[in-house]
Nanobody, 125 residues
């Protein structure tokens, strides 16, 4: 079973930065092809933010965060990081770390089987 634990959420003013981290159990490499970040704001559907192919390191971003967010993983592929810069109020949401095969779409939540509990990000104007 894959376990994912997020940390690093908080409150920040617009234009500020936050870094999210996700620690994965050591068997993630053998159980998932992609890992990444998703978010869900109140009253909205969960959406993909950024994902990375675990073995190749190729990254994919939602258009809304391109140029502002950077996803990365450590060499052991046990820690996933999301560096968020130039934050906007519309980035406010619960951010989830996830892992899966991505066959239904790399940024599609339904393509991911393993989920963390989420961490709250609040961006004030």
């Amino acid at each position: 079973q894959v376990q994912l634990v997020e940390s690093g959420g908080g409150s920040v003013q617009a234009g500020g930065s936050l870094t999210l981290s996700c620690v994965a159990s050591n068997n993630l490499y053998n159980r998932a092809y992609y890992t990444g970040w998703f978010r869900q704001a109140p009253g909205k559907e969960r959406e993909g933010v950024a994902v990375i192919a675990i073995r190749e390191g190729t990254t994919y971003y939602a258009d809304s965060v391109k140029g502002r967010f950077t996803i990365s993983q450590n060499d052991a592929k046990t820690t996933l990081t999301l560096q968020m810069n130039s934050l906007k109020p519309e980035d406010s949401a619960i951010y989830f770390c996830a892992a899966g095969d991505g066959t239904g779409g790399r940024l599609t939540p339904a393509s991911y089987s393993y989920w963390g509990h989420g961490t709250q990000v609040n961006v004030s104007s």
